[in-house]
């Protein structure tokens, strides 16, 4: 018989292996469930495929999003996009410098913004617009993001129910195997959190604190 003194003991002695005496509360426990394995995760398999796919249904999401925008907003994302750009810089450094060096260098009778008022004006009235264009992508962007905060609590709540049943889950089992509870805490983690009773205690806490601040 081949020994294993001094050599690594095969996988499946100390992963696959099972309680070898089974009256034991751990034995029916082991025999009462089934053990996961843990996912293989390859750049080309099957979580690779989720996460493409999850993906390429979010770029969906926003294209059409962005498709149903109406014509003003996405005017206004253009002329914000264009506006943070460094061409835009570069155009108002070309114009704007033209300009002052223009009626600062050139024959008098060439002139015609000697005291930079109507360059003042022009600037002040594509400030007025920029500004405009830039809450308008403000305001949209803040109901994208809304939209994806409630994503995130929704799905937020859904992981914290399903976690409440698997600790339901694995009490019925610890009990069915004869395993007694010494967490004294099980049974309110067996119980869904209602959202809208901690965003009372949020509010109340936060309403405390700014009268203690006051």
Known sequence: MQSWIGARPP????????????STPIARLWS???????????????MAEVLRRNIEAMRAQRKEAAEAAPWPE????????????????????????GWILWNLLAPEPWRFDETLVVLAMAASVEAIFLSTFVLISQNRMAAAEHGRAE????????AEHEITRLIDLVGRLAAHAGLSETDPHLDELRRDVAPDA??????????EDDDRGS
């Open 74 to 97: 996405r005017l206004a994302q253009r002329i914000t996009g264009f506006a943070g750009s460094m061409g835009f810089v570069l155009l108002h450094l070309l114009i704007f410098g």
């Open 198 to 207: 901690v965003l009372d205690q949020i509010t109340r806490s936060n309403e």
């Open 32 to 46: 009462a469930t089934v053990r996961p394995s843990a996912p293989e995760v390859r750049a080309d398999g099957d």
């Open 11 to 22: 996988p499946c002695l100390t992963v696959c292996a099972a309680p070898s005496t089974g």
């Open 151 to 158: 994503l995130d609590l929704q799905i937020n709540l859904l």
